[in-house]
């Protein structure tokens, strides 16, 4: 078996391992598809309806099956076969992409229908996810699971920024369904490169039996250890009133500055470059502390604020980059620890709790946003989050602080000592 070599810190460091280079050229090509098709479809609602709750309500649908059927996701992922379990999602996610690309592009493109269209998908993602981000414990050695885990956050970021792009671009020549076909045909990466891993040379992890009463044993185990409990606890807050930009970035473009397609993709691209810097500094690191999710926390919500009150789209584009990077920063240094942490036979129940709480609580917070929105402004909306995000990283750091001086030595988990004193600083 492979072992990673010493050395500096280097974001890319996990593409040394030909199984993760497939892996991650899977992703890519499968979530630029992805973002290609959110872009049409809030283009699409925005402009038939020009409504923030229509927009609210097909994210929060499509995120809906993940809040719903994401614990039992976990459990399955954390005994199964995670390539085969990819493969079987990716496929199912094309022929549900492929069918909504049949009706839009043949005039069936009524807000109902959209929003059920997302349900289905989100049925395929509440699988998919839990499985995709616990699998980089399989595809890396420990040491280079940040590098793996950052450069997972940086695949969703880039493939957001290069997917709005390339909407924008089909939009203004061909039309949206274009869109939606593409994204189709980019599932099809990840079947192909699960296809190709080589077996031998997975990082072999210990598989929970099948039984019942999985689903209460991962949420008893994450309710009893601090070190998973805290950083979950400050995810449902930020995740629920802050993670919400696949909503409020559009409705900031659209509502609030009444852009065109051009901005409208400008908007999403220039957060995705943002996020990307903010994923590939997380990849960076050899450990992600406690203290590290406190301070990113406290700058995503400092930013987002100042996003709120830029007086133009002009000053709003450079914010939302400094929102994107910080909120790509506290994203990827929370499910780095979670992953550093977590025992390895709850590894991908933790993980589903952790997808859960960031994804899975977008059907409470698009809604909450959207109706923030359509009652007052995108701003007064984007500015909430945000001050509910400093006010969550302001008590992350005192708690880290106080358990610091209370526990100076390291926890017992799965970290060593070294790994913990590292975390501290």
């Known amino acids: 078996m492979r072992t990673s070599r010493p050395g500096r810190p280097a974001p890319f460091r996990a ?28 283009w699409i609602v925005l402009r038939q309806d020009n409504s923030a709750l229509s927009l609210g ?20 992922a954390d005994r199964s076969d995670k390539p085969r379990v990819l493969q079987l999602t990716s496929a199912a996610a094309a022929l549900i992409a492929l069918a909504t690309a049949v009706l839009v592009s043949n005039g069936h493109h009524s807000t109902p229908l959209l929003a059920a269209m997302a349900l289905l998908g989100g049925c ?14 399989e595809l890396v050695p420990k040491a280079d699971l ?55 040379e997975l990082f072999a992890v210990r598989r929970a039996a099948a039984g019942k009463g999985q689903i209460r044993q991962g949420l008893r185990y994450a309710l009893r250890e601090r070190e998973v409990r805290l950083p979950l606890a400050a995810l449902a807050v930020i995740g629920t009133l802050a993670l ?27 957060s995705g470059a943002g996020a990307l810097m903010g994923a590939l500094t997380a990849a960076s690191r050899r450990q992600a502390g406690a203290a590290l999710i406190g301070r990113a926390a406290l700058l995503f919500g400092v930013a987002a604020v100042a996003v709120a ?30 992953q550093h942490v977590a025992d390895p036979a709850f590894r991908a129940r933790v993980v589903a709790l952790y997808a859960i709480l960031f994804l899975g609580s977008t059907p409470v917070g698009s809604i909450i946003v959207s109706a923030i929105s359509a009652a007052s402004n995108p701003r007064v909306a984007v500015g909430f989050g945000g001050a509910a995000t400093i006010l969550t990283g302001v008590v992350m750091m005192r708690l880290t602080a106080a358990t610091a001086i209370a526990t100076p030595a390291a926890f017992t988990g ?4 070294a790994d913990t004193d590292a975390d501290a600083k």
């Open 146 to 200: 940040p590098s793996a885990v950052g450069l997972n956050g940086a695949i969703m970021t880039s493939s957001r920024m290069v997917g709005t792009a390339v909407a924008g671009l089909l939009i203004a020549t061909i039309g949206a369904p274009a869109c939606l076909y593409l994204n189709a045909a980019s599932f099809l990466a990840v079947v192909v490169a699960m296809h190709l891993l080589r077996r031998e």
């Open 309 to 338: 009150f830029a007086p133009g789209p002009i000053a709003a584009l450079p914010l939302l980059a400094l929102t994107s990077f910080a909120a790509s920063m506290y994203v990827a240094a929370t499910n780095t620890r979670l």
């Open 57 to 76: 309500l097909i994210v929060a649908l499509q995120f809906t099956p993940l809040l719903l059927l994401g614990a039992w996701a976990g459990a399955i």
């Open 414 to 417: 799965v970290g060593t000592n």
């Open 124 to 137: 395929a993602g509440a699988f998919e996810t839990p499985t995709r981000q616990s699998m980089a414990a």
């Open 15 to 42: 593409l040394r391992l030909r199984n993760y280079r497939l892996f991650f050229t899977g992703q890519v090509l499968s979530v630029i598809g992805t973002w290609t098709q959110n872009t049409a479809v809030a």
């Open 244 to 270: 919400n930009q696949q909503v409020t970035t559009p409705l900031l473009a659209r509502i609030t500055y009444h852009a065109g397609p051009t901005l409208f993709a400008a908007f999403g691209s220039v």
